[in-house]
């Protein structure tokens, strides 16, 4: 089993899946946070991918990745950053997300190869729709690594057949037609539209965007099978002096664990 498979089948509550951009607000500050994230309760970890054009995230992710380029992060040093995590963790997952562009640059074969050597589990490729994923899919295949793909309020039964050919480790489900950070999602509509999906894989379905407290957290996790929190915490690392940081977020994650 996968890192990602054990995670769900071992825990008997939704997974905390929490986010941070790698390199933000330093690449020393955003280790120390990494390493921090289990220790407050993350059961999978989301590390972002810098890159100068996010447009799929609201303006607190946005500034993440502008903080991170500004202090030199790049996809090696969003590896180095993994290699450095599993050289004391070996359980948790981490899954990097992003966009394709910096993974194009890189070299679709060589970040599977040097992703999967540095302990990633699987890649969320926001922009990358599945018509055009099949040298990722194909490199993934080869090293391993999970292809997470995104879910939405607006797919229909045809559409999610299509998304669901190459998916391994987790469905992520995006809760607003929006950017990250934005207004809460309606539950009234969201609950049969999970169910729905549910007849049709049994990968798990974490639930992200808007997310940001406690209760927002336990109000997901009675529909999902695990919630994402990114935009708060990136948030309060933004709001934090960097000397503080890690324990700021440590607390936080603490306190979305717990009531969850």
Known sequence: MSRIEKIFAALE?????????????????SVEILLQLPEGGADIIELGMPFSDPMADGPVIQAASQRALAADGDMKQTLKMVQQ???????????LMGYFNPVMVYGVQQFAQDATASGVDGVILVDLPPEEDGELQEAAKENGLDIIRLITP????????????????FLYYVSITGVTGAAKADMSKLKPH??????????????????KTPDDAVQMGQIGDGVVVGSAIVQTIANTDKNEAA???????????EGL
């Open 247 to 257: 324990q700021a977020v440590t607390a936080q994650v603490k306190a979305l664990s």
């Open 13 to 29: 509550r939704p997974a905390l899946i929490t986010f941070i951009t790698a390199g933000d607000p330093d690449y020393e500050t």
């Open 85 to 95: 995590f599993r050289g004391k963790n070996d359980e948790t997952p981490i899954v």
């Open 154 to 169: 607006t797919t229909d039964e045809q559409r999610l057949k299509t998304l669901l050919n190459g998916a391994s480790g």
């Open 194 to 211: 999970i169910e729905q999906i549910k007849k049709h894989t049994d990968l798990p379905i974490a639930i992200g965007f808007g997310i």
